[in-house]
Structure formats: C-alpha cells, structure tokens
T-cell receptor
C-alpha cells in the first residue's frame, strides 16, 4: 500500500521569503512522486514529478523538490514566494513509474502568502 | 492544444437521482481516470479506463460506473445519489505504456451538489 502524509495543513509566509511544504511517503515499490497545485475553483496543475531519475527535481514557477529515500521525504521548496503562489498544494504518490495508474493524494497544504 | 475538458461545470441534483458527467481527454491521450474531491480533502481515485475497459478501481461502491468511448472520451455515472456524493469530480488523462508520457493531466472538474 502507498500513502503520503503532508505534515502541515496550513503554511503562511511573507512575499519574498522561502517556502517549504513538507511531505513524507510510504510505498512498497520505488515510488513516483508528484506535487500538484490547485488554485481556487480550478483543476489540478502538475508542478513537478520524480520518477527515479535525478533526486533534485525542478518544476514550474521556480518550485523544486528533493527525493530523500533515507528520510522517505519529498519536500517542496521555493526560494522566494510570490502572491500568485497562494493555493492548495498536494503531494501525490503513484505505484507506477510514470504515474499512469492510481494516484494517491495527501490531504493538502494551504499556502498563504502575505505582503 | 486542447487540454482536458469536462462538462457540465456545475450540477445540482436531489437524493436518489442519477447523474452523468463527461470528460474529453487531452489530445493524444488514451487513458482516463476519475477522482472525487470532497470539500477540504484531497482527491480520491474512483476508477481508470483504457481501451474502453475499467482497468483499476478505487474503494467506491458500484453505484459509481463509467464508460469509455472509441474516441477515448469518458463518462462517469452515479446512481441513487446520496448527500455524501456532493463533491468536485475530476477527470485526468494520460498516455498509457509510453515511458515518460504517463503523467496524468487534470481537467477543471464538475462540481456536484446533492440536495
């Protein structure tokens, strides 16, 4: 069985400061891991994905995540937050290398960005 | 390049009724997955269709059924609606079996309210 745990339900940062959204995973296989973002009343947008290549993954809008097998973590970071980053972020695990099958979502982290 | 589209965007039904939601995959994709996102929660996998057959199923009752057409579009049907079926229903498409192309891309969703 596979699962993800997002350690913070809400994160608040000031514009221009770093962002850290934490995620731990559990998987019987070598997992594929993803971060998706959901803006209010919108669908889910893929930010980045890890599929057993480089452990440091760069995504869109300046986000990146590092796969750490020893810590079973896949934390999402961004050096400098922007107001437009305010949204719900989901850490996701898949039991297939590319994420083509069932995706298992975390409970989400609501990111608030303040002036 | 058209992304994943879903219809309708919003729907209101009463308990006991039946509903059909529709999804057109991204151009070039052949696999459609459906997810249910209750308010304040992460999406939950319902099922996945490929080659007009259900390939994987999540923990949902058989009131939830689906179909995939030869043009890869898909329908989600829910019978005997319950209040608890109120949610955002998300469709995702992907290309099966092509390494690096299996990533799921999501549509904007259909918001269903059951009264």
């Amino acid at each position: 069985a596979q699962s993800v745990t997002q350690l913070d339900s809400h994160v608040s940062v000031s514009e221009g400061t770093p962002v850290l959204l934490r995620c731990n995973y559990s998987s019987s296989y070598s997992p594929s891991l993803f971060w998706y973002v959901q803006h209010p009343n919108k669908g889910l947008q893929l930010l980045l994905k890890y599929t057993s290549a480089a452990t440091l993954v760069k995504g869109i809008n300046g986000f990146e995540a590092e796969f750490k097998k020893s810590e079973t973590s896949f934390h999402l970071t961004k050096p400098s937050a922007h107001m437009s980053d305010a949204a719900e972020y989901f850490c996701v695990v898949s039991d297939t290398p590319g994420g083509g099958n069932k995706l298992t979502f975390g409970t989400g982290t609501q990111l608030k960005v303040e002036l | 390049d058209a992304g994943v589209t879903q219809s309708p965007t919003h729907l209101i039904k009463t308990r006991g009724q039946q509903v059909t939601l529709r999804c057109s995959p991204k151009s070039g994709h052949d696999t459609v997955s459906w997810y249910q996102q209750a308010l304040g929660q992460g999406p939950q996998f319902i099922f996945q269709y490929y080659e007009e057959e259900e390939r994987q199923r999540g923990n949902f009752p058989d009131r939830f059924s689906g179909h995939q057409f030869p043009n890869y579009s898909s329908e989600l049907n829910v019978n005997a609606l319950l209040l608890g079926d109120s949610a955002l229903y998300l469709c995702a498409s992907s290309l099966r079996g092509v390494r690096g192309r299996e990533t799921q891309y999501f549509g904007p969703g259909t918001r269903l309210l059951v009264l």
